[in-house]
């Protein structure tokens, strides 16, 4: 069973992150596992280091003086 949450950033074209959690895979297996971004629309996506496992993903106001909003990842 495979559990995920694609979730689109407002307000920047193409980018999208995926919370992935592959219970099929083996514990050392990394791949199927963990948040991963893409920026040209799902074309490819990127592992994002230090998420060993991801359920959802949101976005949240961004931090004072920044315009780009906060991941919330669960």
Known sequence: ???WSLAAVPGRTGELWLALEDYW????DE?????HL?????ATFV???GFRRAYAVAFG???P???NPTVLVS
């Not at 791949?31 to 948040?35: E, V």
């Not at 893409?38 to 799902?42: N, P, V, Y």
């Open 65 to 67: 003086g920044r315009t």
């Open 38 to 42: 893409s920026r040209d629309g799902g």
């Open 61 to 63: 106001a961004p931090r």
């Open 47 to 49: 592992k994002v280091a």
């Open 1 to 3: 069973m495979t559990d």
């Open 25 to 28: 895979a083996k514990d050392d």
């Open 31 to 35: 791949a199927g596992k963990g948040l």
